[in-house]
Each structure stands twice: as C-alpha cells, then as structure tokens.
C-alpha cells in the first residue's frame, strides 16, 4: 500500500468513526469496505496517534482527543456553522421539512449541519459530513448559480466524472440548465435528480468578502414540492440566508459564536 493510499484509507476510517459516534470494529468493516487486517492496522496507528480512542471493554471506538483538537484548528474556515443554526431551525420549524447547512470546500460541498422538521415523511439522503462533488444537490447548483458563469462551467466540467461515478447516467447538461434557471433568483431547485423522489432548494451564501462560501437547504418528498410550495418557502429561505450573511458581515466567517452575536 502507498503512502498516498494509507494516509486516503485512515481518512475513510476517521471520517467513519466521526460518523457513528461510537463504532464496532464490524461497523467500521462495513462502512470503510476495508479487509480486516488493513482495518486493524490503521486503527492501531489512529490510536496510537490519539486520534481515535477504543473503549476496550465495549470495544468501541470513537474519535480521540487529537481529532478534537484538530476539528478546533478547522473551525475559523468554517465557523458560520454556530451563526446559522437558528435561522436552520427556523426553516425546518415553518417548513416541516429537513433544513441543511452545506459548505463549499474546492469542488466539493460538506454537509455541516441538518435540522428535522415536524412532518413525518422526511428525506434523510444527507447527513452530517457527507461530501459531494459541486453539481451534486441542490446546495452545490445554488453555489454554482452564484458563482460566474464561466467558473461555474469550468467546475462542472472538472466535476463530470466524479458525478458521474456518484451517480452513473447523471444528465450534467440538465445541471447545467438548472444553474442557468437559479441565476435570476437565487434559489436553486434539485428536482429529485441525484435521488428519484428527494426534492430540494437553496441559496448561497455569501461571506463579507463576497466569496461563496456555502448555502442553506430545504429539502422534502416529491409531492411537498410543488411549484407554489417552492415559491413559498423560497421567501423564509432567502430571508435566513440574508440573516446568516447580516451575522458575517458583523463577525466574519472566523468570529465569534452566536451566543454572542445575539
């Protein structure tokens, strides 16, 4: 195994034991599709590194003191997570539905944040660290309707075989279209094109600088999103995205928490 692969393949099992929380040496299995024995060395090495823990009598694992500390490093760049988590249960509160917080990270967008509405058919095809290459979703076709048209073909471009290995048979030039048909609003719709049935808006976000940094999303069953429904939710939407930006302008992506911005 190369070195490039092993650092990618202890990435994976970090990454899946962030997910889980707690994780049984078979889940890890499952979830990574690594062999036993390559799994067992690299959890052998993420201890050692303490970033992983093992609860030897419940033989779990969880993620270790130096993630922690690592994850803390990370938040300046991503620290507008704390200043939308009320407009995101806003959302899901007058919508009923899920509401996501994503960030733009190169090509790619990382679910930061998901926040369940009351109703009780829900679409959960998003969780928590999930990463996506942009053109994926509907938070990836609002940072590209908010990015130049020349940046966001050449991203599309550069993205078509990740996508299509995502998700064989994707029809890019339709995404293309869709990015085109959110520019005047800036609401971007994901009519169920990544999961037949999973339907989804939002908008971008903007930092102070005027960079894209990320976008908010509500997402719901096909039949919840009909073209006036749409219309209707897109105005709280771009109303929390105004919020979150009006809390950027004053604190900056690398500011303060949102208990003190209140």
Known sequence: MSGAQTVLRAADVLRAVGLAGEARFADLGRATGLPNPTLRRLLISLIEARLVSHDGARRLYRLGSEAYLLGQLARPDFSFHDLARDSLARLADISGDTAFLSARDGLSTVCLHREEGQYPIRTHVLSVGDRHPLGMGAAALAILAALPEAEAEDILAANTEALLEHRPGLDIAELGKLV???????????????????????????????????????????????????????????????????????????????????
């Open 180 to 262: 085109r048909r959110a520019r005047p609003t800036g609401v971007a719709l994901n009519p169920g094109m990544i999961f037949p049935g999973s339907w989804g808006i939002a908008a971008a976000l903007r930092a102070p600088d005027g960079e894209i940094i990320g976008a908010v999303t509500i997402a719901a069953i096909e039949s919840r999103m009909t073209p006036d429904r749409q219309a209707d939710l897109a105005v709280p939407l771009l109303k929390e995205v105004r919020r979150i930006e009006g809390l950027l302008s004053r604190f900056g992506p690398g500011g303060r928490r949102l208990e003190a911005a209140e």
